[in-house]
């Protein structure tokens, strides 16, 4: 006959197992993925943009020339996407471009996709999203002929006011050089451009 109190420390022990196994300690559960597709509702309107951008990027140069002029921002899809659209001038010239933001729900990420009227041609999107206040996207993208990383930040953000800025590294990511950064600060007036 087998022995019944090896068979109960079996039982019990076969318990502690399953409830192990289906318990996680407090705080262990895994919280719902975060949804970001509202990430840039706040920037929806109309905007002053002071703008300086580095004539030369990972040349060595320190040239940098500034601009000003407006950027409007509209929702798309509601919500799902937006259309940016800057128009700026300076002593270096105009720059009038636009930026087509699309949220993707299956990864919970930003695409940003850039196009200048100089050239008639989206770049490479950036991807990425928003954590704690703050937008990161990055893209692979050539430079005259050789590979880089860019990154693109959006930081800090209120209700009235935005800073984005741009670097390219060369390196695979060990260093980065600033490029473009605009500031934008909300205008009085400027009704939400919602469609």
Known sequence: MR???RRMRTGVLWCCVALALEIQPLGAQSAAPRDGRRDFDFEIGVWSTHLRRLVRPLSGSKEWVEYEGKTVVREVWKGDANLVELDVTGPAGSI???SLRLYNPESRQWSLNFASSATGEMSTPSVGEFRNGRGEFHS?????GRPI????????????SCRFEQSFSSD????WEVNWIATDTRMKGGAEARR
Request: charged letters at 20%.
């Open 172 to 175: 695979g990511g060990k260093s």
């Open 3 to 5: 022995n019944p109190a």
């Open 96 to 98: 009038q471009a636009l």
């Open 149 to 160: 990383l860019v990154r693109f930040v959006i930081s800090p953000i209120t209700a009235d």
């Open 140 to 144: 692979k993208e050539t430079l005259n």
